[in-house]
């Protein structure tokens, strides 16, 4: 029944999709120029519905909810480009491929309206993926495309048969970028599940301490310490009452005293990503507030703290003064002790959704976190070494071909670390099989050509992509790389990956990249 429901998805997104390509390739040159007419007014609509849907609502914590359309907002800036340079803004629009699913024609494209069995249980797996040689025609003269840079890596899997349609170079290992962020992510949602929320908790210390306990979430905000902050200080004013008459406590204080601390003991080893003091990551630690940004930036490159944990444990004790409490002293670092006391917890959104966080907008706070996750589930040291290796070791696990494969952190930033092509599809793969649902994230955060995250100014050409690829991007200096999933126009779904080193030409590369993505989405290639 699982299986059933995941092909009348996959088959309710793909047939619209096909008829409208069917009916582009026979329109005439004067067909063409009125519909292009026709979507500039419906461009228009749309913009003014999303802007009432940005208003209105609703909103899961700033971020979509997997597999349901949410408007979404204009950003100030994307965690994509780690490098400076000038983007073009683009237009913004519900979850595009969500919304393809509106209508429900036959496995074969026809539009006798006709549904059930036949439709669900064959679809596009009656229809003959692409040939290894039309891929290759269709492919290889983009793979060219001197902006690549001296080194060029692909691979394209057909997701229904699992067959390697066209490969360059696919086992190469080479710099990864923020596409490794796909790996995280399905290391992460494997070792966690996708429903586990990350604790940040208080409990009392040694004397009158109260520790404030960092478990790894780097999304705490400051309306989030608020609300602990406040639970915290009423299980110290109920424990007050029970210890005295009238609200006092024992020694005659009129309200709670209390010193703070804070434990970071959940990560080892040093704080300082390999790339150094950078705007794209505060340091690594687990317990920071609003990812130790010090601006009201919710993504993307911003100025950090370069004491996220200190600076979380002193807002922390001013919450706790406001809120009735006595604070003495300065907050210091210090472990909670075995089995504390707990005082209040805060738990942050489930793994399927900080997943989708961090791949939509490449947040590189969130990918370090959830590598170390990982580490954490597996039992191996949570610093950057051993959060790479249980990254790398949880894929293995999985049965992906991790050979070659040097996994350093989880966000990517790190250009030591080097992932082949093949690596890539097979992650895409894997979060595509209907048996391991548990991944699906690792697909539903993929950005959309031409409408979000780090693909929202990409693909300005609505004939080239727009709406059509998914996919991860990948941006260092010297670096381009893009890895995600098409319907193709015979209705297949597809997964890719693209990398390249040695580009000089960071603008030129990504269209080059994004010329192979969208060739992929717009041809059957027999």
Known sequence: MRDRAIRVTAEAVRRPVRRVRRHWRTATPQQRQTWRLAAGSAAAGLAVAVTVVAVAGPWDQGQRTAERTRAVARDAGSGGNHTPGDVRPAPRAPGVLTALGGDGGSGDGSDDGSDGDEAAGNGADNVPPPTPDGLADALRPLLKDPALGPVRSASVLDVGSGQQLFAADPTRAVTPASTVKLATAVAALSARGADHRIATRTVRGDGDSVVLVGGGDPTVTAEDLDRLAAATAESLKSAAEEDGEDGARKDGAARPEVSVRYDTSRYTGTTRHPLGPNENLAPVTPLMVDEGRLDDSTHGPAPRSTDPAGDAAEAFADRLAKEGVEVTGEPRKAEAPAKAEQLAVHRSAPTSSLVE???????????????????????????????????????????????????????????????????LTRVLALAADPDRPELRPALTGLPVAGFSGTLDRRYADAERGAGLVRAKTGTLTGVNTLAGSVVDADGRLLVFAFMTTGTTDREGAQKALDKLASSLANCGCR
């Open 357 to 423: 966080r961090m791949l939509t907008h490449s947040d590189n706070d969130i990918g370090e976190a959830l590598a170390r996750q990982t580490a954490l589930a597996d039992g191996a040291p949570a610093d950057f070494d051993g959060a790479g290796d249980a990254v790398r070791d949880r894929l293995a696990k999985l049965g992906l071909p991790v050979k070659g494969a040097k996994i350093v952190d989880g966000s990517g930033l790190d250009r030591t670390g080097k992932v082949p092509a093949e690596l």
